[in-house]
């Protein structure tokens, strides 16, 4: 199906391990970005990407790691998953970086570290 | 730097109308407006550009004050399905200049419409 998808849409991790969260479009859209959002802070940038090989931090990068390979994928990591990562993760992606299209969003991923 | 939202939360009756308004304190490319409901992922509204333009669809329109760093959403004649949380999106001067398209949001404005 075309559109932008995120796997999984829940998942339970242990304090300490690895997790991808990954993020997939089907529009060969430029650009793509990670978002996580907590109650009271809104959606809060943690890594962005102009295109293919070309990525760059936002304002909350720390404990995560990005790439981007193929353009239709932006796979998120988070290397050693702590309390303080559990929240909900979206993806999104844009034809032409917002400037007339704007955003689209995965459904979200819900990350729970226990 | 997030942007700043008021009010955080708006409760109205069906008819009413409501603003809410977002404020930055970096000069502004663009700002969006997304709205987000329970349980989903934010939903695009529409995008202002610098040049204090105005938009709007139906009864939903923006303003953009680029002067003051600040925009404003007015909902007019309020529905049940415009329940939700409403996001601005801030893309600062620097950011819009170099092409990164880095959207930092605000904290969001809860609107609940009721019958």
């Known amino acids: 199906d075309a559109g932008i998808t995120q796997s999984p849409r829940y998942k339970i991790t242990e304090t300490g391990r690895q997790v991808t969260l990954m993020c997939h479009q089907t529009?060969?859209?430029?650009?793509m970005f990670w978002y996580r959002q907590d109650l009271g802070h809104g959606l809060r940038l943690i890594y962005y990407s102009a295109a293919a090989d070309i990525t760059d931090k936002g304002e909350v990068p720390d404990g995560y790691v990005v790439s981007r390979s193929k353009t239709e994928n932006f796979p998120l990591t988070l290397e050693s998953a702590t309390r303080s990562q559990t929240s909900v993760y979206f993806c999104?992606?844009?034809?032409?970086?917002?400037?007339?299209?704007?955003?689209?969003f995965g459904s979200g991923t819900r990350l729970t570290v226990v | 730097q997030q942007p700043v939202q008021s009010p955080q939360a708006v409760i109205l009756r069906e008819g009413e109308d409501a603003v809410i308004n977002c404020s930055s304190s970096?000069?502004?490319?663009?700002v969006h407006w997304y709205r987000q409901k329970h349980g989903e992922a934010p939903v695009f509204l529409m995008i202002l550009l610098k040049g204090g333009e105005q938009k709007g669809h139906d009864k939903i329109s923006a303003s953009f004050n680029e002067k003051k760093q600040q925009s404003s959403l007015y909902l007019t004649a309020s529905q049940l399905s415009y329940s939700g949380t409403y996001f601005c999106?801030?893309?600062?001067?620097?950011?819009?200049?170099?092409?990164?398209?880095?959207?930092?949001f605000g904290q969001g404005t809860t609107l609940q419409v009721k019958p």
């Open positions: 999106g801030t893309v600062s001067i620097m950011e819009g200049s170099s092409n990164t398209g880095k959207l930092i």
């Open positions: 529009w060969s859209h430029s650009y």
């Open positions: 999104a992606s844009s034809l032409d970086r917002g400037r007339i299209y704007g955003y689209t």
């Open positions: 970096k000069a502004l490319y663009s």
